[in-house]
């Protein structure tokens, strides 16, 4: 299972950027996908998540209001639209997979990860 994360990069506070992450090796259809990331210094965080069949979402607090997920399962694809955004969203943001029946937000419950993108916003 492969996830590739794209879609990083500068961006003044309250711009907006578009997250896409692409999966193979196994049926994407049948994973919870999510979105977590990871500040300098600070631990890896949920951000959101997503269920099979799109039917379902959960957000952070911190970006609800902001940040849609949605996916594309003819593509193996999920996406992570950050709208509104602050500096103190900047991170590096992971794509994950997990196999759990729901839709969950902790990390050992994702088995598998992208390698990030880069997300900075300048104030």
């Known amino acids: 299972v492969q996830l590739v994360e794209s879609g990083g990069g500068l961006v003044q506070a309250g711009g907006s950027l578009r997250l896409s992450c692409v999966a193979s090796g196994r049926t994407f259809s049948n994973w919870v996908m999510g979105w977590f990331r990871q500040a300098p210094g600070k631990e890896r965080e949920f951000v959101a998540a997503?269920?099979?069949?799109?039917?379902?979402?959960v957000y952070a607090d911190s970006v609800k209001g902001r940040f849609t997920i949605s996916r594309d399962n003819a593509k193996n694809a999920v996406y992570l639209q950050m709208n509104s955004l602050k500096p103190e969203d900047t991170a590096v943001y992971y794509c994950?997979?997990?196999?759990?029946?729901?839709?969950?937000?902790?990390?050992?419950?994702?088995?598998?990860w992208g390698q990030g993108t880069e997300v900075t916003v300048s104030s």
């Open positions: 997503i269920s099979w069949t799109s039917s379902r979402t």
């Open positions: 994950a997979a997990s196999w759990s029946r729901t839709v969950v937000t902790t990390r050992d419950e994702y088995a598998y």
